[in-house]
């Protein structure tokens, strides 16, 4: 069975820094997807990007991008100029890409707070 | 926002009874999943339906069951409540159709169940 692991339950960052979010997956599977998603307050689960496993290159999406590290199974989301409306749960999460439910296992999830 | 609508809101039940969940897909989208969301810790996958199939289920027990209809909206019914049973329930549409979007899970934004 696939594992995703957030070893970061909180995190602080200072507005206008970067911060990088970590994640580890575990899968003997080697076409996938893996994810990031934002849940604010609201509750309601934003995806922020997404990084296809057999490409190379890392995705980025305006002020997020990540560092995929397919040997190491490692998945790290980094926010650069951190901006207050960043303060949410960020989880992590890994999608099967071959046949079947196209599941989603998601981390336990970071906290992040943008301090003013 | 996505175009993932679910109600109610929030919801209060006592233990032993019956509850229905509703989920609206997003226009285009023709498979659901749910997912429930326990206080601090990450969706855990309850089942998915696509074409008004089951198509996929989680390690949930059989008293948590759905239905999916013809216009791809979705019930998540549970029976017999637990105290454990108290989570966020989260709907995702997403489409098999998509090329480029193929998958992606939009989510709503969550029944709050308690149960007491």
């Known amino acids: 069975a696939q594992t995703v692991t957030q070893s970061q339950p909180e995190m602080s960052v200072q507005e206008a820094e970067t911060v990088t979010l970590s994640c580890t997956y575990d899968t003997s599977e080697s076409n996938y997807y893996l994810f990031w998603y934002k849940q604010p307050p609201s509750r309601q689960m934003i995806l922020v990007i997404r990084?296809?496993?057999?490409?190379?290159q890392n995705a980025t999406e305006n002020r997020f991008s990540v560092n995929f590290q397919k040997a190491a199974k490692s998945f790290s989301l980094k926010i650069s100029d951190s901006q207050l409306g960043d303060t949410a749960m960020y989880f992590c999460?890994?999608?099967?890409?071959?046949?079947?439910?196209?599941?989603?296992?998601f981390g336990k999830g970071t906290k992040l707070s943008v301090i003013p | 926002e996505t175009g993932v609508t679910q109600s109610p809101t929030h919801l209060i039940k006592t233990r032993g009874q019956q509850v229905t969940l509703r989920c609206s897909s997003q226009?285009?989208?023709?498979?659901v999943s749910w997912y429930q969301q326990a206080l601090g810790q990450g969706p855990q996958f309850i089942f998915q339906?696509?074409?008004?199939?089951?198509?996929g289920r989680g390690n949930f027990p059989p008293r948590f069951s759905g239905l999916q209809f013809p216009n791809y909206s979705s019930e998540l019914n549970v029976n017999a409540l637990e105290l454990d049973d108290s989570a966020l329930y989260l709907c995702?549409?997403?489409?098999?159709?998509?090329?480029?979007?193929?998958?992606?899970?939009?989510f709503g934004a969550g029944t709050r169940l308690s149960v007491l």
């Open positions: 995702a549409s997403s489409s098999h159709r998509l090329t480029l979007a193929k998958n992606i899970q939009y």
């Open positions: 226009s285009g989208h023709n498979t």
């Open positions: 990084q296809e496993a057999y490409k190379q």
């Open positions: 339906y696509y074409r008004e199939e089951e198509n």
């Open positions: 999460a890994y999608q099967y890409s071959g046949a079947g439910s196209y599941q989603l296992t």
